[in-house]
């Protein structure tokens, strides 16, 4: 059974830095893209960052990149992301996903960030 | 960063009737290999989100055969034959061909 398990969320001020993490089971976490996709509470959803099967390649929503930092190790089969610089608008359930088919087939249950003075 | 476009916002539905929700993209999604690159999710209340629908028509594994997608271009449909209780939440069209990645407002399906 695939399973994501997110933690590391939780209250920061703006400026401050976060670590995300997520533990992947059930799967060859090696073979397949990862993502973070978030939702702000009681928002829809979006996007946040891609990271190929073996890290070499990333890619960022626009208000993210050079501030957030997607990357994995595959040994440990886990999943981060290092958010810096937060804002307060970063306030959102942060999802760690499985990419496969150009879609978004497993998602964790989402870590709750909240950047707040 | 391409738009994506759904409608209705809110869908009231009775059990064992249909129900279609269109998505449209501000440019095609139709990719070389002949693929839409539109997938479906829908996040029920307080779950995570789960794939429905990807590349377009394709059902997710375990996703019932009431849930279909269609369409070409810019314009997509999901469509829900027989709708049940347990379909109740909020879909999403989501385009997967260039980055960034970007959703549908979502449309709140609700039961009547």
């Known amino acids: 059974e695939v399973q994501l398990v997110e933690s590391g969320g939780g209250l920061v001020q703006p400026g401050g830095s976060l670590r995300l993490s997520c533990a992947a089971s059930?799967?060859?976490?090696?073979?397949?893209?990862m993502s973070w996709l978030r939702q702000a509470p009681g928002k829809g959803l979006e996007w946040v960052a891609d990271?190929?099967?073996?890290?070499?390649?990333?890619s960022y929503m626009g208000s993210v990149r050079g501030r957030f930092t997607i990357s994995r190790d595959n040994a440990g089969n886990s999943l981060y992301l290092q958010m810096n610089s937060l804002r307060v608008e970063d306030t959102a359930f942060y999802y760690c996903v499985r990419g496969d088919n150009w879609a978004y087939d497993y998602w964790g249950q989402g870590t709750l960030v909240t950047v707040s003075s | 960063d391409i738009v994506m476009t759904q409608s209705p916002l809110s869908l009231p539905v009775t059990p064992g009737e249909s129900a279609s929700i269109s998505c449209r993209s501000s440019q095609s999604l139709l990719y070389d290999t002949g693929n839409n690159h539109v997938d479906w999710y829908l996040q029920k209340p307080g779950h995570s989100p789960q794939l429905l629908i990807y590349?377009?028509?394709n059902r997710a594994s375990g996703v019932p055969d009431r849930f279909s997608g269609s369409g070409s271009g810019t314009d997509f449909t999901l469509q829900i034959s027989r709708v049940e209780a347990e379909d109740v939440g909020v879909y999403y069209c989501m385009q997967a061909l260039q980055y960034p990645r970007t959703f549908g407002q979502g449309t709140k399906v609700e039961i009547k």
């Open positions: 590349l377009g028509s």
């Open positions: 059930g799967f060859t976490f090696s073979r397949f893209w």
């Open positions: 990271i190929k099967q073996d890290g070499s390649e990333q």
